[in-house]
């Protein structure tokens, strides 16, 4: 039996390895430690070593690490314990403070730039778009926090809205697109080419991180709150 099969992350990942490998081999993941406010230095430290340091199941990091490193890597759920939905709630939560705080705002200011170049209307066109995305995103996100976090984390799980994470996320993907679109192919030829590129390498960034984020919600949360409404009296 190929014995990755059992393995929770991909073969690729292991908790001997070094955080340097880590790294070397999926630079993706540098976000996890960013979220995580994880501490730099490693030196030569292993995964496991690090992890045990810093507190983290090690097995969860490496799930974490994987579906960055491959965003059509589910998890083996069987794999999955119920102890790690804490660590689980607290990364999605980071997760939403890195959003809201620094690549939404980065990339606006990015955008910024190129409205600057731009007339009044595709100024306007494009600055709502972009606004309205922002506030599709944070308000889903709100949501998640106040009807599913938070109630977890009250031991309430039974009264969780989890169709929140059942509901499909193609409309942040076809509004990422829209914008993409709209700096192709509408924006006045002043704009130049070179901001252009920037931002759009900034919304598909953006884009291919909230995928991720979908993933790690679908992939772990989901099944692990089905298995704390199993085993928990509540």
Not at 133 to 139: A, E, G, H, N, V
């Amino acid at each position: 039996m190929n014995k990755s099969l059992n393995r929770a992350y991909l073969p690729m990942f292991s908790p001997e390895m070094k955080i340097f490998e880590l790294v070397e081999a999926a630079p993706s993941v540098l976000s996890i430690f960013s979220r995580l406010n994880i501490r730099l230095p490693f030196g030569d430290i292993s995964v496991e070593q690090m992890c045990k340091r810093e507190g983290y199941n090690t097995e969860l990091f490496l799930i974490l690490c994987s579906i960055h490193a491959d965003e059509s890597f589910q998890p083996s759920t069987e794999r999955l314990s119920v102890e790690m939905l804490p660590e689980v709630i607290g990364y999605l939560r980071a997760s939403h403070r890195y959003y809201a705080e620094k690549m939404l705002p980065h990339t606006s200011a990015h955008l910024q730039e190129i409205l600057e170049h731009c007339d009044n209307l595709s100024r306007s066109m494009l600055r709502r778009f972009y606004d309205d995305y922002m506030k599709y995103i944070l308000d889903h996100f709100h949501a998640e926090e106040e009807n599913l976090f938070s109630v977890i984390d009250n031991a309430t799980a039974r009264k969780a809205d989890l169709t929140l994470l059942d509901m499909p996320h193609d409309d942040i993907d076809d509004r990422s697109n829209d914008i993409a679109s709209l700096i192709f192919k509408s924006l006045p030829e002043d704009a130049p080419t070179k901001l252009r590129i920037i931002t759009l390498e900034h919304i598909y960034a953006l884009r291919d991180d909230l995928r991720r984020h979908n993933n790690v919600e679908r992939y772990v949360l989901k099944p692990l709150v089905d298995k704390y409404l199993k085993t928990a009296k509540l």
